[in-house]
């Protein structure tokens, strides 16, 4: 790490980053105790707490939701968490980008209070995790929506996905958490958790941040070559011709989704696994749009697995 000096108090480690000639202070905590510590003394002061789970390798996508948070709450804790019980042992766990240093710059830029930054020991105790196996614990799932598209592609990814958000709830106990829409499903998952767990957290879905050329950002994007970067915006292209072709007054679904479909397979290095148009409440195919609606891509460049989505609004429909 670059030069840096570090005091302590009641076990929270309170860091001064020296970079690019800014000074930086930000508290970072690694374990429950002392996140619990840091909840407790902003409830005292009847802060509204705000929080942004994320697995690292953060972008400005990532900022966004952040100074979300930061606008909209009193106190805003930052996760940074590769959780291995979301990836099957085919994936890209021990591959996954982490970039701590930076990411507490970035936290810190944003107006981030707090960075909780737990092991894998910390979050699912002694037992030993290797990546998509099922140790001795206790599990979260939420039925039907994670049997569909990215969870039937990736099986066990949302069961991982609802236990560490629960668990993280339940350590933070936020007023508001923050997500973004490219995650269209998992914020679905998500959501019905919460609902359904009668839970006392405010999900708020922030708008895809994107590249200049349209590309979603993605912590993946930088596995990409420069040949498959540029390929890969034709997740975008293809999304934005059906929301035009909506906004012309087309209401056929399945044409749609055959438009689509083609404008990937047509695309070097672009192995397409699903192209659909579903209903955005229960992700179910629809045939035809009569009202709200979701376009929805995922597909592969080389190994990099990238997803995308297009709300088909009530505006699209005007």
């Known amino acids: 790490m670059r030069g840096h000096g570090e005091s302590r108090s009641n076990n929270n480690v309170q860091t001064t980053w020296l970079c690019y000639d800014k000074v930086m202070n930000t508290t970072i905590v690694s374990t429950v105790r002392e996140l619990r510590q840091a909840v407790h003394q902003s409830r005292k002061k009847r802060q509204r707490i705000g929080f942004v789970p994320t697995m690292g390798a953060l972008h400005a996508g990532h900022v966004s939701l952040i100074k979300r948070s930061v606008e909209e709450c009193d106190y805003s804790i930052v996760s940074i968490f590769v959780n291995p019980t979301q990836f099957r042992p085919s994936e890209d ?12 710059e970035m936290c810190n830029q944003a ?11 910390e979050m699912y105790g002694k037992a030993s995790f290797a990546a998509g196996e099922r140790a001795r614990s206790t599990f979260v ?9 990215d969870g039937k592609s990736r099986p066990g990814h949302f ?6 958000v629960n668990k993280l709830f339940n350590q933070v106990l936020p007023d508001k958490a923050y997500f973004g829409q490219k995650d269209a499903q998992q914020v679905s998952v998500i959501q019905t958790m919460v609902r359904e767990l009668s839970m006392p957290v405010e999900i708020v879905v922030c708008p895809t941040m994107r590249e200049n ?32 072709r909506v906004i012309e007054g087309e209401r056929d679904a399945g ?6 479909a083609g404008m990937l397979e047509e695309t070097e290095g672009c192995e397409k696994e699903y192209s659909v148009i579903v209903n955005p409440e229960t992700f179910q195919p629809i045939s035809r749009i009569e009202g709200p609606a ?10 990099t697995r990238l997803i ?4 088909l609004g009530e505006n699209a429909l005007a």
């Open 255 to 260: 044409l749609l989704q055959v438009i689509m």
């Open 141 to 149: 799932e939420v039925p039907d929506i994670s049997d569909i598209l």
């Open 159 to 164: 069961r991982g996905v609802a236990t560490v």
């Open 213 to 244: 050329d349209g590309l979603a950002m993605s912590s993946r994007n930088r596995y990409l070559t420069s040949k498959q970067r540029e390929n890969a915006t034709v997740l975008y292209h293809a999304l934005n011709e059906v929301r035009e």
């Open 308 to 311: 995308d989505n297009m709300q």
């Open 294 to 303: 979701l376009a929805l891509i995922a597909a592969r460049f080389g190994e």
């Open 93 to 104: 766990y021990h591959k996954y980008p982490r970039t701590l240093e930076k990411d507490v």
């Open 111 to 121: 107006g981030a209070q707090l960075v909780f930054t737990p092991s894998v020991e």
